[in-house]
């Protein structure tokens, strides 16, 4: 009987711990046990717009999971994955959005759980895709505009585009991460450091080290 005092006890004091921190937090949280949910946060229910009895009865948090993720996030489950991974999820409503799921191993007093927070990422995702959208179409203007284009970092490659192995005489992918100035001719070395030092932008004449030597 003791024994079971100090376990009730325990769950409570650690549910009121959980309370308090996802109380605060700006994720969706829930504590479940093999797929079925144990408790959970004010903000999940936001997240997905449905009611607690959504989340308690089975299926439980799965029904939120787009029928394409839904074959990943099960064998997560079953392998007691942790980490982080995306996923589309379906709100109540049908509505369709990303979210950002963080899952960990823990324990409720004797019982081992497991905890998942879920961030929607949609907004994240949007910009990241239009970001790529304009690094494409920026390669591509560079590429319309210049012979050969280079961006450099600490005189790294780190971007290369164009009539690449015509005028340089090796592909892209093996002048990636090369000193830039190992394709530069050496009479050029100094002018070209002073250049880059002054920050100086604007046309100016070069020479390369291309098939045929320097050019």
């Known amino acids: 009987a003791a024994r079971r005092l100090a376990e009730a006890g325990e769950r409570a004091r650690l549910k009121e711990d959980f309370e308090m921190l996802s109380a605060a937090s700006f994720e969706g949280i829930l504590v479940h046990v093999d797929g079925k949910?144990?408790?959970f946060n004010q903000r999940l229910l936001e997240l997905f717009a449905c009611d607690p009895e959504d989340l308690l009865a089975a299926p439980g948090i799965l029904k939120f999971v787009a029928p394409e993720d839904l074959p990943i996030t099960l064998q997560r489950?079953?392998?007691?994955?942790?980490?982080?991974?995306?996923?589309n999820a379906v709100r109540k409503d049908g509505s369709r959005f990303r979210i950002e799921v963080s899952t960990k191993q823990a324990q409720l007093g004797a019982r081992p759980v497991r905890v998942v927070a879920l961030r929607?990422?949609?907004?994240?995702?949007?910009?990241h895709e239009q970001l790529r959208k304009n690094d494409e179409s920026l390669r591509e203007l560079l590429a319309a505009a210049f012979d050969v284009f280079v961006v450099a970092h600490d005189n790294r490659v780190v971007e290369i585009g164009g009539r690449v192995e015509a005028i340089i005489g090796r592909p892209a992918s093996e002048i990636m991460g090369q000193d830039v100035f190992q394709f530069l001719a050496p009479s050029v070395h100094e002018s070209t450091r002073q250049r880059l030092a002054s920050g100086r932008t604007g046309a100016y004449e070069s020479a390369l080290i291309g098939p045929q030597g320097e050019r």
């Not at 489950?77 to 996923?87: H, K, M, V, Y």
């Not at 929607?120 to 910009?127: F, G, L, P, Y």
């Open 37 to 39: 949910v144990v408790t």
């Open 77 to 87: 489950f079953r392998e007691r994955a942790e980490g982080d991974f995306l996923a």
């Open 120 to 127: 929607d990422v949609t907004e994240r995702e949007r910009i």
